[in-house]
């Protein structure tokens, strides 16, 4: 059980266009979803937090309008990448960290999208 | 705020040989502690986690971690490795009184364990 899904798994963009990343729960609903960054060989950056229904909380010195997210329902976010440059270009991570009606203290990670911008 | 340092960016063990990853934290507020190890090109797995009570955890394919107030540490140990333990280990903490579900997670700079045949 606690699956998180992704797609795709691997991007290539060219600069200046939009992707959209999706993260889905396959067997659970989730109220709380995060959004992490990772650069190649280094750790997780949280970008967001993600709550269904309502706006995403940004971390300190993530660009919200250039990275939307969007969680319309208890089994979807997204992540749009705006205007991609490559610098934009790494591993981006979805988590979920709650689960409806489940007393749960753990974050459930999905495969990672690799965003590679030309 | 909570940090994380794991002292060691890589560890280089022989198969059959025990390790420990390290893992120290920092925090004003109690904390829940969690190891996730991350295969090449794909997200993170939980390897294993303390929430309260016994300060030794045990998690999947034979690790377990031991859980330090005093010294704020939570290492990671494997009496006996494996080629296929192979991977990058992540030390996270997260801060106990957050609400339920929805506590961010600090992660360590990361460790990554060779094992040599």
């Known amino acids: 059980g606690a699956v998180v899904s992704q797609h795709p798994s691997w991007v290539i963009c060219k600069s200046g266009t939009s992707v959209k990343i999706e993260c889905r729960s396959l067997?659970?609903?989730?109220?709380?979803m995060f959004w992490y960054r990772q650069f190649p060989k280094q750790s997780l950056m949280l970008m967001a937090t993600s709550n269904e229904g309502s706006k995403a909380t940004y971390e300190q010195g993530v660009e919200k309008d250039k990275f939307l997210i969007n969680h319309a329902s208890l089994t979807l976010s997204t992540l749009t990448v705006t205007s991609a440059h490559p610098e934009d270009s790494s591993f981006y991570i979805c988590?979920?960290?709650?689960?409806?009606?489940?007393?749960?203290?753990?974050?459930?990670f999905g495969p990672g999208t690799r965003l590679t911008v030309t | 705020a909570q940090s994380v340092t794991q002292l060691d960016s890589q560890v280089p063990v022989f198969e059959e040989a025990p390790v420990e990853l390290r893992c120290n934290y920092s925090s004003s507020v109690s904390v829940y502690l969690f190891w996730y190890v991350q295969y090449p090109n794909q997200g993170l797995q939980l390897l294993l986690k303390?929430?309260?009570?016994?300060?030794l955890v045990k998690g999947i394919n034979g690790f377990e971690a031991e859980f330090n107030k005093s010294q704020t540490s939570f290492h990671l140990r494997k009496p006996s490795v494996h080629i296929s333990d192979t991977a990058e280990y992540f030390c996270?903490?997260?801060?106990?009184?957050?609400?339920?579900?929805?506590?961010?997670?600090?992660f360590g700079q990361g460790t990554r364990l060779t094992i040599n045949p």
């Open positions: 988590s979920a960290g709650a689960i409806a009606g489940v007393v749960s203290y753990e974050q459930y």
């Open positions: 303390y929430l309260s009570g016994s300060t």
């Open positions: 067997d659970f609903q989730a109220t709380t």
């Open positions: 996270a903490v997260s801060a106990s009184n957050s609400i339920q579900g929805a506590q961010k997670l600090v």
